[in-house]
């Protein structure tokens, strides 16, 4: 029984965990921007696509086991976009979000691509989308970032109690409101094209506009969410470690060791934030569009939120 609870019976397709509850979508999500598997070999990734298409078919080698074909799973979903069927672009995929974070103008570039590269895809993307998108994304994002450091920095002429709250204040609404035009203009084509919603047996019922745009804020709220552990726990993190003595007597240290508590914080934020919805997420019919509620007699439909 307990073997059981460690491993349930694989099911292809399906996450192995509950992603009715927060736990279960954390500990789903933990898996999916596991690190390790940016560094699956293209021999390893076709070894877990191809036993996944063997149990489709009923073909799995004797000896297979119910924890093999998870893992197999889960490589492939790491890896492969649940749309397109396309290999995601390394540094792009959820799991090379943390590793591949770099300084501001860096890091909302990337954020753009990983923003794309994890978008809903049912429906084709013409590159000069893509590139409009991805310009208007990286330039909003640090104009609104460097429009409110400049703030920052005139502050000083403000009372030291003011000074003080702007300058705990003002980052945070910087990095959120970027993070929220980085999303929507990278995934604006959804808005206008709509996303394919599926019905309970994973048929296409139609293509809603309602879903994408319900798809873009719930992925914008993640990336509210995502920088808040940031602003939080480094700074009470630091005035505990800069007291130690080994640290006071090493200032040099700091840096490096500040660099290393804001990398913790960010690896243990990202997981966190992108479970508070289901990768797979459901809409009552009733709120879609009236071709859709016509289409189908499902009561709720599905769709790919994207990440």
């Given amino acids: 029984m307990a073997q059981y609870a460690a491993c349930p019976a694989f099911q292809l397709g399906r996450p192995r965990y509950d992603q009715s509850t927060f736990l279960g979508r954390l500990r789903h999500f933990v898996a999916i921007i596991d690190p390790s598997t940016l560094f699956v070999s293209e021999k390893r990734l076709r070894e877990c696509v191809k036993l996944l298409e063997d149990f489709q078919h009923g073909k799995l080698p004797p000896g297979v086991t119910d924890l093999q074909l998870w893992e197999a799973q889960k490589v492939k979903q790491a890896i492969i976009h649940p749309d397109t069927g396309e290999k995601i672009f390394m540094p792009f995929r959820m ?44 330039t909003s994002a640090v104009s609104l970032a460097v429009g409110l450091n400049v703030l920052i920095q005139r502050a000083n002429r403000l009372s030291p109690a003011t000074q003080i709250i702007i300058q705990r204040l003002i980052p945070f609404p910087a990095v959120a409101s970027a993070n929220i035009c980085n999303v929507g203009l990278m995934r604006h084509n959804e808005l206008s094209e709509g996303i394919d919603v599926l019905d309970g047996n994973g048929n296409v019922v139609g293509s809603s506009k309602i879903a994408a745009k319900h798809a873009i804020m719930e992925t914008a709220f993640t990336r509210v969410v995502l920088p808040m552990p940031i602003f939080v726990l480094p700074p009470i993190i630091m005035s505990y470690l800069e007291k130690l003595p080994f640290l006071q007597t090493n200032r040099r240290l700091l840096l490096p060791i500040h660099s290393l508590v804001c990398l913790a914080t960010f690896s243990l934020s990202l997981p966190l934030a992108i479970s508070l919805f289901p990768q797979m997420s459901q809409i009552e019919v009733s709120q879609l569009e009236p071709e859709i509620a016509m289409a189908t007699n499902s009561k709720v439909v599905t769709y790919n939120k994207g990440l």
């Fill in 95 to 138: 799991s090379g979000y943390v590793p591949f974070g770099t300084p501001i103008w860096l890091n909302q570039s990337h954020n753009a691509c990983v923003n794309y590269s994890n978008r809903n895809a049912t429906k084709p993307t013409p590159t000069s989308t893509f590139l409009q998108g991805y310009f208007g994304a990286v």
